[in-house]
């Protein structure tokens, strides 16, 4: 049976145009230091129309952009060869001195995930109010996570709002809470075994925060009078890297969704915040809170990680550990199966996981649910976002590699209270790259991380050729018919 797949005439574009304010670094602190010495004998007479210019040649691009370079300026003061009285302005004009634009799509903005927007008031029957998180790419290849809010309407008429002239990075909550089981666990399962870790927590309380930690830290690295051993020095590294890759952010209410950016902050991120997973997930209370699982790259090496939130303002960063918490791709079901989290992953670079978890941090087990057996998917497959709950099963849209490294996006259908079981598989691609779609940063690729039913249709975001975003819509019985139950996981 033939499937109808709808392209809408709604393509998202990287914007050139919509650029961040990130710290500048010039190089070593000696060099950061003679910068601010040449700032420092500018002529007070200078200073203000300095600052003055570059203010009003900035501000209709950055908000409050005085108060960032007062915040900027607090971060490298520290570098001064004297902390001698200066005027507001100049501390604010070395503050400009220190930031750069980033733009932060300039390359692509890509790779999307959809989930219903936590407000759904003031909508005419039928409609869908929805968030839009994108794989935004800039100068040297770093990814972040940007975002749109957009309607669907009745008619299945996909609007996304046009986003706002600025973006914001949030401010970092500086003193996080921890919970002392979590991250014990945690460090055990990351290696640090060894007595220095279990003097440093043990005078923690149950609940601590991050200055606990690090007045514990201090404590046990002074108390010893001939210094830490290697082996203390790489514990006392260890547990300092955890505190700090597990972090919370926050934005302003004022800020629009689409002026929100999560840029990439610890080392594992260095290299960018990839293809995020966003899914609703029902807590079994009559509420949800928003999971996303995404890539964490630092140039070398990829690490899954997740965050939380439940307002889009308020976010929580997570490590995730467990000797299945590797490779790309991890998904999140979007309620408990059987009492148990459920996850789809990629272990083996090829194939299609399925993983379980008491505990959201942590997984361990793992077993294979499918492998490639079409022509278009026989170098590997892997998930494109959460599984959908439908009556008929778990949908999972899926993507395959095939001849000339062309990316396709399937489906197949698990059962809804053994996902283990598969019941029903796409043999051919669901979408693939047409003539429009196949030139970019990455010729031939569709690819989404998430999609959602709406009104018996599945819509359906994805990246065209790891440039743009598109959308397309599927009628879900059309999907289901066409399954097949034959060789289904071989």
């Known amino acids: 049976m033939p499937i109808t797949v709808t392209r809408t005439n709604t393509i998202l574009r990287p914007d050139q145009s919509r650029v961040l304010l ?92 959809i989930v219903p927007h936590p407000d759904q008031s003031n909508l005419q029957a039928g409609a869908l109010r929805f968030i839009l998180s994108l794989r935004a790419t800039g100068e040297g290849h770093i990814s972040s996570i940007t975002f749109r809010t957009g309607v669907i309407h009745a008619d299945q008429h ?101 002026e929100r950016v999560l840029f990439p902050v610890t080392p594992s991120q260095r290299n960018g915040i990839e293809d995020a997973r966003f899914v609703c997930f029902d807590r079994g209370d009559g509420h949800c809170v928003y999971y996303a699982t995404f890539t964490a790259y630092d140039g070398t090496a990829v690490t899954p990680e997740m965050l939380e939130t439940t307002d889009f303002l308020l976010f929580r960063f997570i490590t995730l550990t467990g000797p299945a918490a590797k490779n790309k791709g991890m998904a999140m079901f979007p309620r408990r199966v059987g009492g148990r989290y459920a996850m789809l992953s990629r272990q083996d670079n090829e194939s299609i996981y399925l993983m379980y978890s008491d505990d959201v941090h942590f997984w361990h087990e793992q077993q294979v649910l499918l492998h490639p057996i079409f022509p278009w998917e026989l170098i590997q497959i892997g998930n494109c976002g959460s599984p959908i709950e439908t009556d008929a099963g778990w949908l999972v849209l899926s993507h395959g590699v095939g001849p000339l490294r062309t990316y396709c996006i399937g489906a197949f259908l698990l059962d809804r209270d053994d996902p283990s079981k598969v019941i029903g598989r796409l043999r051919e691609p669901l979408l693939k790259p047409n003539q429009n779609e196949r030139e970019g940063y990455v010729p031939n690729v569709v690819y989404t991380c998430g999609a959602l039913l709406h009104d018996g249709n599945l819509i359906i975001p994805f990246g065209l050729a790891d440039h743009a975003t598109g959308f397309a819509t599927v009628p879900l019985h059309e999907i289901l018919a066409a399954m097949s139950t034959e060789d289904l996981s071989a």
Request: charged share 25%; with cysteine; glycine share 4%.
């Open 22 to 113: 990130r710290p500048f670094n010039p190089g070593s602190p000696q060099r950061i230091a003679a910068i601010i010495t040449r700032i420092m004998h500018l002529p007070e007479t200078r200073v203000g129309p300095l600052l003055d210019e570059v203010s009003t040649e900035f501000s209709g691009r950055h908000q409050h952009i005085r108060r960032i370079f007062r915040e900027r300026f607090e971060q490298v003061r520290g570098f001064m060869a004297s902390d001698e009285v200066m005027s507001e302005e100049r501390k604010l004009l070395i503050g400009a001195y220190f930031l750069a634009e980033y733009s932060l799509e300039s390359a692509a903005l890509f790779n999307p995930s």
């Open 158 to 258: 996909i609007e996304v709002q046009a986003p706002t002239g600025f973006l914001t990075e949030p401010r970092q909550l500086p003193n996080p809470s921890y919970e002392k089981r979590l991250f014990v666990r945690k460090l055990t399962e990351l290696g640090f075994i060894v007595e220095f870790v279990d003097r440093v927590m043990c005078v923690l309380s149950e609940s601590f925060t991050l200055e606990d930690l690090r007045d514990s830290l201090k404590a046990e690295q002074f108390r010893m009078p001939d210094g830490m051993t290697p082996e203390d020095q790489c514990a006392a590294q260890g547990i300092w890297m955890l505190a700090r890759s597990n972090y919370e952010v926050q934005f302003e209410p004022y800020q629009q969704l689409s």
